[in-house]
């Protein structure tokens, strides 16, 4: 490198230091931006891929969620991969209701097909539940959770339950069914209601005993791929339309309910934001190509004698160019290397530093183009 | 043996109103050890000739032999750099460096070793008179005479064997403009090279060993 480059820097050092600072600035704000924007994506891929979208099985009308009361066809549809919407579903939450006497006790005996599908059980709403039966909650074994106050009494008993299938509730099974049944107490669940809790696939098969079929009073779960959610409502379709609350003859239809409005809110909202950032960064890059511009135009002002000088000593046109745009751009490179450093964003410094260096050739090349006898000339 | 000669000479340039021409089939030849002064008056195209002798211009016409090779088949930046030292009327050094870095620039662009052009920067600063306290110093701290010598010694370390001097004294008073006159009779006369000396001061041409009247773009010898 030629030593009177730093010679030069030294000795016209505001105009160094304007372009140290310019070139600073917009570098930092370029990788800061960057930087921003792939977090931005990331945010926006990480709310599209884990973003839990509920849908719920409600009757046509959209007026309840429980009770329902559907055969085990839906039942059997939302669970089915291959012949149903099962490869849309993520954490099936399916209840079956029965009431039940017990020592004198009454209650409701709800048969669930995971923690999720009742808040005592769900830890991530607060509920807890213990069980000694590993893979409780898949078990077709009249297995039950009783509620904390009720389990010393008969922990690790089986004990005879009087079942009935709640009359009138399902339009499937308007009378209903009673039986007696016998349930080995397999844990409990932290509360003091009268709630007992079966496995979902033991519900069913207690249904079958007591009303001669499956019923399933209320279906929910998560999707399993929010990129398919578009999907799911043409898949549903046949078993499961949309909430019709004008619906004439609402008995034996359900409806498929997908809550992603505040899905779609986000998304839009980071979508509009990401946007917005990736007009704004051509924009600055523009302004860094319009500053190495100005830099250069700065730089090279009241300079023509000099470069006429330098090359009537032999220096070549492109030497003088590279000698120039060195002297413009050492100290934006070092400035625009630390931030890369710093910031860790190498690849937008480095378009900074291209679009500074587009800009700077500009203007420095306008003004080497100067003949050295101009000076001549110009003394003539 | 002449180391410098220009044949048929012709330069024309366009401005906006009409073509110029500046330098009409001219025909001159320089010696090593010698002094030439090219004279005329303002706009007679003497600078358009030294222009054409630096490589600094190509000629329309004719063409500078530089020890019997064309300037066309050269590169004229490499000529100018390792053979032909221009010295101007305005001293033109370089503002941002001192007298000494002044010196060593064109050193620099011929790539001699720092030592060797440090000790050539000093001896030729010193033979021009500039003393080891003014080497320091930049172009504005020194006169318009020793900012000539300078430049003198610029052109003088790079061990260019022709120096062509455009007005060298025009801007200088009468006793810095005879010392300068005499470093550059020195030069022909002590160390060999052809020194042409652009001047309109005929008392100046009158001491050189040559003298070309340039008219109208055309020689006449006298």
């Not at chain 1, 302004?287 to 070549?316: D, I, K, N, Q, W």
Request: one cysteine or more; charged letters at 20%; hydrophobic letters at 40%.
């Amino acid at each position: 490198m030629d030593g009177f480059v730093w010679k030069r820097m030294i000795r016209r050092p505001w105009l160094s230091l304007l372009g140290l600072l310019i070139s600073a600035l917009l570098c930092v704000l370029l990788c800061t931006l960057s930087g921003y924007l792939d977090g931005e994506k990331t945010r926006l891929s990480d709310v599209r891929n884990s973003y839990d979208i509920l849908c719920v099985v409600s009757d046509i009308r959209g007026t309840k969620t429980d009770g329902l009361g559907m055969s085990h066809i839906y039942s059997d549809f939302l669970l089915d991969k291959e012949n149903g919407i099962g490869a849309f579903v993520r954490d099936a939450r399916l209840t079956k209701v029965f009431s039940y006497r017990l020592d004198g006790g009454a209650g409701q005996m709800i048969g669930v097909s995971g923690e999720t599908s009742a808040e005592v059980l769900d830890s991530r709403l607060g509920g807890e539940f213990e069980t000694d039966e590993e893979g409780f909650f898949l078990s077709e074994e009249y297995l039950c959770l009783m509620p904390q106050n009720l389990y010393p009494q008969y922990a690790g008993q089986t004990v005879t339950v009087e079942v009935t299938d709640t009359a009138g509730a399902s339009p499937l099974n308007p009378n209903g069914g009673t039986g007696k049944a016998e349930f080995r107490v397999a844990g409990w669940y932290r509360g003091t209601g009268t709630e007992i809790y079966i496995p979902y696939p033991a519900s069913q098969r207690l249904g079958f005993l007591l009303a001669g079929l499956s019923t399933t009073d209320s279906a929910a779960f998560l999707l399993a791929d929010n990129s398919r959610l578009d999907e799911l409502s043409a898949a549903a379709q046949p078993m499961l339309m949309p909430v019709n609350p004008g619906e004439a003859a609402p008995k034996g239809l359900y409806a498929l309910t997908i809550h992603d409005e505040q899905y779609h809110a986000t998304l839009t909202a980071m979508e509009q934001n990401i946007r917005r950032l990736q007009y704004l960064l051509p924009l600055i890059a523009l302004l860094s190509l319009g500053a190495g511009f100005l830099v250069g135009v700065l730089a090279t002002r009241g300079e023509a004698r000099t470069y006429a000088l330098m090359r009537t000593v032999g220096l070549t046109r492109g030497k003088l160019f590279c000698t120039v745009l060195l002297q413009q751009m050492l100290l934006p490179v070092l400035a625009s290397g630390a931030a890369a450093v710093i910031l860790r964003q190498p690849l937008p410094a480095a378009g900074f530093l291209l679009c500074l260096a587009v800009g700077c050739a500009l203007a420095i090349g306008r003004s080497v183009r100067i003949a050295p006898s101009a000076i001549l000339r110009s003394q003539e | 043996m002449e180391i410098l000669r220009a044949e048929n000479l012709s330069f024309s340039y366009v401005n906006k109103y009409q073509t110029v021409n500046a330098v009409k089939h001219v025909s001159c030849g320089f010696e090593p050890g010698k002094t030439y002064a090219i004279v005329g008056r303002s706009g007679s195209g003497k600078t358009t000739l030294l222009s054409l002798l630096a490589g600094l211009e190509q000629p329309t016409e004719g063409d500078v032999f530089f020890e019997g090779k064309s300037t066309r088949e050269m590169d004229c930046d490499a000529y100018r750099r390792d053979h032909a030292a221009v010295i101007y009327q305005s001293y033109n050094l370089f503002p941002l460096l001192t007298s000494e870095e002044n010196v060593l620039y064109p050193m620099k662009l011929k790539k001699i070793p720092r030592k060797e052009a440090l000790e050539r920067a000093h001896t030729r600063l010193t033979a021009v008179g500039i003393t080891q306290e003014e080497w320091g110093r930049f172009p504005s701290q020194l006169s318009g005479g020793q900012q000539q010598r300078v430049a003198i010694a610029r052109a003088l370390a790079a061990g260019n064997r022709i120096i062509l001097a455009d007005e060298p004294t025009g801007n200088l008073d009468i006793s810095s403009g005879e010392q300068v006159m005499e470093l550059l009779m020195e030069l022909a006369h002590k160390e060999g090279c052809a020194v042409i000396v652009i001047t309109h001061d005929l008392e100046i041409a009158s001491q050189m060993d040559e003298i070309y009247t340039v008219r109208d773009g055309e020689l006449i010898t006298e």
